[in-house]
């Protein structure tokens, strides 16, 4: 079964999009399968992955195709994607006039359970879309920028999420609320991180993680990598101390299994994982970089252990 988890927050800019990429990006460096669906009508996710096709994720909300029929490779976040299409505000507005519309998605993404972790990238809006982003999800992820204003606004924004679990979701887990473009340079980055930890009701839900700024973090979508691909930065390191912290005792279990069976060479992934190597962008990202010497393409130790067992079969 999929872990399926929301990364939502209604307002802008929060780094919600980024989370979903990296996030993603840094769980599949264990070995496994993780698909990024985009429903937000911005369409950041898909252009960020440099997909342009159809049928999309619009197309599975009406009901019009199958979900499989949708998914795309992204090789540069070794995730799949199930992309958004420019009809996605308007299908929205359909859905107003379907039974049970809060439950679109849920059963669609649930169908998908050869995914070991499904993350859904949501507007910054409170509309069908939005909620059945959240109704899809066992848990979500809330960004929050470290500044007072995001922080003001996260008042709002947990009524109508409690609204929304009461009618809609009563079993909806938050995994935590994850502070980001924390600046270590200023102390209001670090007076607000310390004054959420210390919220009575913010405390008990945040992440011991936090996300630094990161100009790399700000670059990767143009170049259509995740950081965790890209080079050795905090955004990166981040993104896996996130990973690490969002993995329980079934994942980790999971994680051994990977291990054990690429120990072995007989996992069906990495035969079939051809995620697993290098695209021929890494390949010529990491040339480029290291005549340039100024990055360095990075690799865990599990995605190393399992492509050098990929190259012994
Ligand atoms: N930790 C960070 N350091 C530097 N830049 C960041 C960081 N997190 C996000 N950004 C940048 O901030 C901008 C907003 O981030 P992102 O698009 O992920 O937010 P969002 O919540 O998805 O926005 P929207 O609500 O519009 O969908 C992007 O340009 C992104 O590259
Ligand atoms: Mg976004």
Known sequence: MSRIIGIVNLKGGVGKTTTCVNLGAALALYGFKVLLVDLDPQKSLTGWAGINQWPTVGDVLTGEVDPLQTLVKWSKAKCWVMPAGRDLRAIETQLLSVSQREYVLRPKLQRLNDYDFILIDSAPSYGLLTINAICA????????????????????????????????????????????????????????????????????????????????????PSMGYAVTRYSASHGAEDYRTLAEEILNDDDRKKIEMFKQAAAEAKSPRIINLDLLEPTDGDKELKSNQDEEGTEEVLESEVYEERLNSAENL
């Open 137 to 220: 999800s066992d848990e979500i992820v809330i960004p929050l920028q470290t500044e007072i204003l995001s922080l003001e606004s996260t008042i709002p924004f947990f009524e109508t999420l409690g609204e929304i679990k009461k009618r809609f979701h009563p079993k909806l887990r938050i995994a935590g609320i994850l502070p980001n473009m924390y600046d270590s340079r200023t102390n209001l980055s670090k007076a607000i991180l310390d004054q959420m930890r210390a919220s009575e009701h913010l405390g008990p839900l945040m992440f011991k993680t936090f996300i630094r700024k990161n100009v790399k973090l700000a670059e990767t």
